[in-house]
């Protein structure tokens, strides 16, 4: 199986404290990572800087082998990350949304609408976002998920604001992701409902004070 | 895979920021009607005679145009940062720099080009004499894009701050002072009946130099807010 | 080519070094100082036009010189923080930046000093004294920026970025300035250039220059020192240093 995401030696050091040092893991294609931890440990600053948006104190991140300071354009496109908040434009309708978004992913939305059905949004695009519940902000967000084609898709707490229908629909998309060969990161700290194989756990906890 | 051109996503992001810019209304408007009231209040403090009006016109427009640059700055990178698209910006397969540019266009387009039509109004109510009108127009054409650019470095900077307000009109300011001087030079010397091109031509070439540079200070400053 | 330099990017070698010469830059600089200053308050001769008031220029001078100095050494440090992402280099802004403004307000200070038994009035917008108030708000400008984070090496960043920016400006500020003054026909304080100075005069101000030189370092140097250490108070040889044991979760 080949490895998508290798993390070496990890170190970050953030407003004075040490989150972690010294990690290394290793993640394959059709592999879930899911990252735990109590608030505040450090669970986000490890997404984000396989992400790119942070850099560790030490340390190396790897795509396909290549690391990530080589060709961050390269790694840009293989990767899809979604943050704590959802880059949603709340003075947009969800359909304007998911017309930039899908630009902005190099994808052309041949059935917006099926989209808008999938993420249980129909009815609703158009509404200006700020009208809409943090649930369906979010639903927003995560119909990127239902076109990627990213190898690697990078998730911090998805499962936020979404009702059992919604985590139901993201347990499938997971599934398919991982059918396809893609690699998935994660934190939650609901625990995950998943079979057990292809998910490894990786937990982070805070330092002893 | 994202197979996006970087002009597509230039274009894509420059469209997003314009759609949204749209639906706010007032956040251009306001920093515009600023501009007006503080002019207003000039005659108001010092009274109404055409000489003395006249004397400072140029430097009231301008310093008006600096405070509502610094009071509109916010609208660039703040919404961007809290709803999450300023990491996504910094995630597109695309330089920073350039999608930065970007970003500065759309600003200027419905901040600093607004100015440029309103400046007429402006002159005629601080009794500017008329032949100077048109210079005036030319170095708030040339000028408000260096603005433009320059704020965004600093909104870029204190994005993430809380309070940045304060803090963003120490850091600015001082660097809008050749841009001022300039710029009220020109116009002074059309007035007092020699030629503004020198200064004209200076202010473009400082124009090109910063819409040259400062995108690269706010993609670095940028990827240093987003940490 | 450059492994040598390696060990200087972190802290412990650095303090060390910067340990070593510290009494040589303080040893030179009091030295310099105390020969200039006293030369020229009360040894050179009077001005045949200004008197005994022109002797400010051997603080002003060097302060305003410095001053501008300082702010190229800031504007290096940061650039080397950022390209480079040396932890030394970002203590060394903050190390710099106090230091620099120090040296502009006395030279603002010392400007409207000259100013008064001369023009009459404290301030004059004379082109120099202009150029170093805006100077002072763009070391004001970094220093708030440096401390407004809560990350201390995001803060950093920023503010390297923003002395690179203003390091840019400053020629461009710089002759704007000059300009304007030019063209307003203002007051010039500073008139008082080198060209028509005589060796007793320029002599002790030359030392003068030297002295503010190695008092710039060596204040630099201490304040580095101070950083460095606290910065790297987590680590065992900080520790020592200061012979005390620093308990966690304080």
New interface residues.
Partial sequence: MSVVLEAQQLTSVRAGRTLFSDLSWQLAAGEILHIEGPNGAGKSTLLRIVAGLLQPLEGNVLLFGQPQREDPEHWQRQTLFIGHKPAVKAELTALENLYFQSRLDGVQLDDPWQLLETVGLLGLEDIPAQQLSAGQQRRIALARLFYSQAKLWILDEPFTALDTRGIDLLHQRFAEHLEHGGALLLTSHQPLTWSGERLQRLRIEAADE | MNNASTWQLISCIMRRDLAVALRRRSDIINPLLFVVIVVTLFPLAVGPGPDILGRIATGVIWVAALLSALLGSERLFRDDFLDGSLEQLVLLPAPLPALALGKIIVHWLLSGLPLVILAPLCALLLKLPMDAWGVLMLTLLVGTPMLSAMTAVGAALTVSLGRGGALLSLLLLPLFIPLLIFAAAAVESTLVGTSAYGQVLLLAGLMLLTLTLAPLAVAAAIRVSVN | MWKWLHPYAKGEATYRLLGAWLPWLSGLAALLMTVGLVWGLFYAPPDYQQGDSYRIIFIHVPAAMFSMGAYTGMAIAALIA?VW?IRTAEWAIAAIAPVGAVLTFVALFTGAVWGKPMWGTWWEWDARLTSEL?LL??Y??VL??YY???????GA??AA??S???V??VP??H???Y??NS?HQGATITKFEKPSMPPEMLIPLLICIAGFLFLTAALVTQRLRNEILKQEL?RPWAQQQLGVEVN??V
Avoid: C, E, M, P
């Fill in positions: 950022l992402q805006i708000f763009l004001i400008g708030a920026l407004a984070f809560n990350d201390a090496r995001t960043k920023a970025i923003l690179l920016v203003g840019v400006n461009i500020i002759f704007s300035v300009w304007w063209l987590h966690h979760g």
